[in-house]
């Protein structure tokens, strides 16, 4: 088992910028993949952004590349999303997720583990 933990979220106004962190404990992460996914009200979980804790390769949607940024710390077994030139339409519960092996998958179905999620909300 893998327990996720995430905090950071809040209200911004559009153009600012937050990060999200999420904490993992339970079973090693070093052969996992974490990846961050948001919801929206009345829209399906969309993902967002995924790491390899082994390597820190990177994968992202491509609604947030070149804004958002996802990285690890290996000491803290922590993984974060740095938020920036955030938009209204960023505004959405974001979930943290794991899946055990290396592969960088974007489909929602393909990650076993889930935090309870922490709210973004932009500001126009």
């Known amino acids: 088992q893998v327990q996720l933990v995430e905090s950071g979220g809040g209200l911004v106004q559009a153009g600012g910028s937050l990060r999200l962190s999420c904490a993992a404990s339970g079973r090693t992460v070093t052969s996992y993949t974490l990846g961050w996914f948001r919801q929206a009200p009345g829209k399906e979980r969309e993902f967002v952004a995924a790491i390899k804790w082994n390597g820190g390769s990177t994968v992202y949607g491509d609604s947030v590349k070149g804004r958002f940024t996802i990285y690890r710390d290996n000491a803290k077994i922590m993984v974060y999303l740095q938020m920036n030139s955030l938009k209204p339409e960023d505004t959405a519960a974001y979930y943290c997720?794991?899946?055990?092996?290396?592969?960088?998958?974007?489909?929602?179905?393909?990650?076993?583990?889930w935090g309870q999620g922490t709210q973004v909300t932009v500001s126009s």
């Open positions: 997720a794991a899946r055990g092996g290396l592969r960088l998958l974007t489909v929602r179905d393909e990650y076993d583990y």
